[in-house]
């Protein structure tokens, strides 16, 4: 059985604490709804600090393999994940401030999160996940059994192939 972590945002940041570990891909619910399989383990790094503005942050360095479905095939497409990020963390009043920016204005270099009493750190990392994956992933070409009609498991018949001998009887 796997225990969840949780944090102290901001206590954690103030006090340079680092926090690593490993999740298995199975404990994050909305990452599973976009994976072949629930095989995998996601390691990660986790790292406070306050900058020269007295600005709290989380390093967060996540590595691992997410196992997506390739929309060409439908075949397994294995993903490497590898993000180095910087997290603010803002209270609530200057989240929606950000959100008041218009285009053009003022933009930050880091993405910022609410600081929470009670961070769940598999949450974090299953959303830092979900915001690098593809929209559409893809096997790289000639690897994928879509286009060149080939893979270990044999060919794959085109589903237009039935329709192109009528057109040809004609």
Do not use: W
């Amino acid at each position: 059985m796997y225990a969840r972590s949780f944090i102290d945002c901001l206590d954690f940041a103030r006090n340079g604490h680092e926090i690593s570990g490993k999740v298995p891909v199975a404990v994050m619910p909305r990452l599973l709804d976009m994976l072949a399989n629930p095989e995998g383990i996601i390691a990660y790094t986790a790292r406070g600090g306050v900058d020269r503005q007295g600005v709290s942050y989380l390093d967060v360095t996540i590595s691992g393999i997410c196992r997506l479905r390739c929309q060409r095939c439908m075949g397994v497409l294995e993903h490497l994940v590898h993000i180095d990020t910087r997290l603010l963390l803002r209270d609530q009043a200057s989240l929606d401030a950000l959100d008041d920016i218009v285009p053009g204005g003022t933009e930050e270099e880091y993405d910022s999160i609410l600081a929470e009493a009670q961070l769940d750190i598999p949450s974090l990392l299953e959303e830092e996940i979900l915001l690098s994956l593809p929209i559409a992933p893809k096997h790289e070409t000639g690897v994928c059994r879509a286009i060149d009609g080939k893979s270990g498991q044999g060919a794959v018949p085109n589903p237009f192939g039935a329709l192109a001998k009528l057109k040809v009887a004609k």
